[in-house]
């Protein structure tokens, strides 16, 4: 049987119960080695924690001979081993299976810990790694509320470890949802041909953006029922309030729960918000406020919402649209007051493309993250800029949440003026869980 979790997560209790596993296991930090070692072989071997649908997302982008699956850590034993027995047919290995994740993620010879977990594990079980010296991939949103995401940063910058956040749509990409290419969106804005301050609106039905604000709604008053043998649920729970365990609480329906997650905002948001972030030059702002317009929601599970919008302290405003709002993705992309931008990167009036590209495009970015890791060196979406487009997402999953308008201090480490909402910025996590 699977031993029982020891919350505790300090360095040495963890490094001290890593030398007890398993017969001659020495688990030694990556950066003991020297943050300029390379595994001769060149060899690059991961670490899955969390097992559900989207962890094989990262198995895809991690095939061939130079990848190595080590483990593979969940609460539900069977999440565990089905994915163990996809990676065994691909790389003739099978790899080892937890339900602890700090059985693993100090393996030696591991490289990458993906954390593929419900958000509100994302920045304890990131922050572990990277005090190890591991390289992170973690799943978006970086994390469940605005205090974890400060806190995250901190302890990742002070590892110096890569770190990348599974949202790629400032990374040289094609095309933003048929918008268009990242880098021409920013040079359009950069170039202030439409004037300033700008409005942006982020809505569901504008090429392919979909909010899923229907999709991930929380189910209330519902009956308790008996935790299945094969999950951990209180491991599940984790740094959240232990709440009774349903089916619909657990696993792909998890999105629905606050506890858990934030609905459509904590789903997609990352993906659709840390675009918006770059393309409107915001890298390293934090919105002043947020105000949605939505029903009540209730204290367990999400609801649906209307629109947030939020204001940035010099005026430019982000307008999210829900498929909830009439004529939700009828609107300009980005409009200032010279000028609007629409998809396809259609301007009005029509001489302002061309105009802008007069300016140069903006520098690329590093998007090769096992590149990153390889040679020790920054990935072009880091956990600062992540921790932005995030607090984007918690600021509005916070107005959502109580119905009214949310402002945050300029340095994002308080909610002004609203003691329930600054609850919420930085819990109290269940003990001893800390990052």
């Not at 017969?23 to 300029?36: C, D, E, K, Q, S």
């Not at 629409?342 to 590209?357: G, S």
């Amino acid at each position: 049987m699977p031993r029982k979790p020891n919350p505790s997560l300090s360095r040495r209790s963890f490094l001290g119960k890593a030398a007890l596993l398993g017969a001659g296991l020495t688990i030694v930090p990556r950066h003991v080695l020297g943050r300029g070692y390379i595994p001769p072989s060149e060899t690059l071997n991961h670490v899955l924690v969390g097992c559900g649908g989207i962890s094989g997302e990262h198995l895809a982008q991690t095939r061939g001979s130079e990848h190595r699956w080590l483990a593979c850590a969940d609460p539900d034993d069977n999440h565990a081993a089905n994915r163990a027995g996809q990676i065994e047919k691909a790389q003739g290995r099978r790899p080892r299976t937890v339900r602890d994740f700090r059985e693993v993620i100090g393996l030696a010879d591991a490289d990458i810990v993906h954390v593929c977990t419900p958000p509100h594990w994302h920045g304890f079980i990131a922050a572990a790694a990277a005090r190890l010296g591991k390289a992170v991939w973690c799943e978006k949103p970086l994390t469940r509320t605005i205090g974890e995401g400060l806190a995250l940063v901190d302890v990742v910058e002070r590892a110096g470890v890569p770190f990348r956040v599974n949202t790629w749509f400032r990374l040289n990409s094609t095309g933003y949802y048929g918008v268009g290419p990242a880098r021409e969106i920013r040079r359009i804005v950069a170039s202030g041909v439409l004037g300033g301050p700008l409005t942006m609106r982020v809505a569901s039905g504008a090429g392919g953006i979909q909010w899923k604000a229907n999709l991930w709604v929380g189910k209330t008053n519902l009956e308790p029922q008996p935790v299945p043998k094969h999950l951990d649920w209180d491991l599940y729970c984790g740094p959240s309030p232990l709440i009774p365990y349903h089916p619909h609480r657990a696993h792909g329906s998890f999105r629905g729960y606050w506890n858990f997650d934030q609905g459509g905002l904590g789903d997609m948001g990352q993906h659709f918000l840390d675009p918006a972030q770059y393309f409107l030059g915001k890298d390293g702002e934090y919105p002043v406020s947020a105000e949605a317009d939505a029903p009540s929601q209730d204290a367990l599970a999400c609801g649906a919402w209307k629109t947030v919008t939020l204001m940035y302290r010099d005026g430019t405003k982000l307008i999210l649209e829900s498929e909830l709002c009439p004529g939700h993705g009828t609107r300009p992309f980005i409009e200032g007051p010279n000028g609007k931008l629409w998809p396809n990167l259609r301007t009005d009036p029509v001489h302002l493309a061309a105009k802008a590209r007069e300016f140069p495009l903006p520098e690329r970015q590093e998007d090769d993250f096992h590149r990153a890791v390889r040679e020790r060196r920054p990935f072009g979406y880091g956990a600062r800029e992540a921790h932005h487009s995030c607090t984007v997402v918690n600021l509005a999953a916070l107005s959502v949440r109580l119905g009214r308008k949310v402002t945050l201090a300029e340095d994002a480490r308080a909610i002004v003026g609203d003691a329930q909402a600054q609850r919420l910025h930085s819990p109290e996590f269940r003990a001893p869980w800390r990052i």
